[in-house]
């Protein structure tokens, strides 16, 4: 079955230090896989995607994710966090897309919270 | 643009009563998706669906739970004789036609609470 593992559950870092969120995915086809933030109280918002192509995603406010087939992994990264960048990070793979749909199964989040 | 809009984005209700969920996708866009997420949970599917037609209702819940989406009008999300357990934010999301792109823009969401 098809699934995403986010194994940091909270992560906290100093402003400007890098950053790394980790996810992890079982899906037996070539995955479409996302980040999404979400802040509080907030809907989520897309980071970055990844269908093919480069395996180095670059998504909006400066994060980018690499895709390994061989660790089955998409982890999210920032070379230097800002305070406002405290959120939930979710990582998702979608589904059903051989159907012409996207079902998106996520993660359980990273909440990341960030010092000055 | 406007974005997904959902409404209301709070709503209380008492055991045993109905909640109703909309969601209005953004312009353009005729696919509409329904996730719910538990408190310190990730986002769950529930139901995928088109004008007029359910597509993939394979996390909704057998009972008390419907959706639709009607050739006019919001997609509503309907929880009968609400529980406890449904207790958790609803969020609506909306794509292109598949052919047009593969992201889904997300609704901010309807908090649900039952008392």
């Known amino acids: 079955a098809q699934s995403v593992t986010q194994p940091d559950i909270h992560i906290t870092v100093s402003e400007g230090a890098s950053l790394e969120l980790r996810c992890n995915y079982s899906y037996g086809a070539t995955p479409y896989l996302f980040w999404y933030v979400q802040s509080p109280g907030q809907g989520l918002q897309l980071l970055l995607k990844?269908?093919?192509?480069?395996?180095l995603v670059q998504g909006i406010k400066g994060f980018e994710a690499e895709f390994k087939r061989s660790q089955s992994s998409f982890n999210l990264r920032k070379p230097s966090v800002h305070w406002s960048d405290a959120a939930e990070y979710f990582c998702?793979?979608?589904?059903?897309?051989?159907?012409?749909?996207?079902?998106?199964?996520f993660g359980a989040g990273t909440r990341l919270a960030v010092h000055p | 643009n406007a974005g997904v809009m959902q409404n209301p984005r709070h709503l209380v209700r008492r055991r045993g009563q109905e909640a109703r969920l909309r969601c209005s996708p953004m312009k353009g866009h005729s696919h509409v998706y329904w996730y719910r997420q538990l408190p310190e949970e990730g986002l769950k599917f529930m139901v995928y669906l088109q004008k007029e037609n359910i597509i993939d209702e394979s996390g909704m819940p057998k009972e008390r739970f419907s959706a639709e989406f009607p050739k006019e009008g919001p997609s509503i999300l309907r929880i009968q004789q609400v529980v406890r357990g449904d207790s958790a934010a609803y969020f609506c999301?909306?794509?292109?036609?598949?052919?047009?792109?593969?992201?889904?823009?997300f609704g901010p969401g309807t908090r649900l609470t039952v008392l």
């Open positions: 998702a793979v979608a589904t059903g897309v051989s159907g012409g749909y996207n079902k998106l199964i």
């Open positions: 999301a909306s794509s292109p036609p598949p052919h047009k792109g593969n992201e889904q823009f």
């Open positions: 990844y269908f093919s192509g480069d395996t």
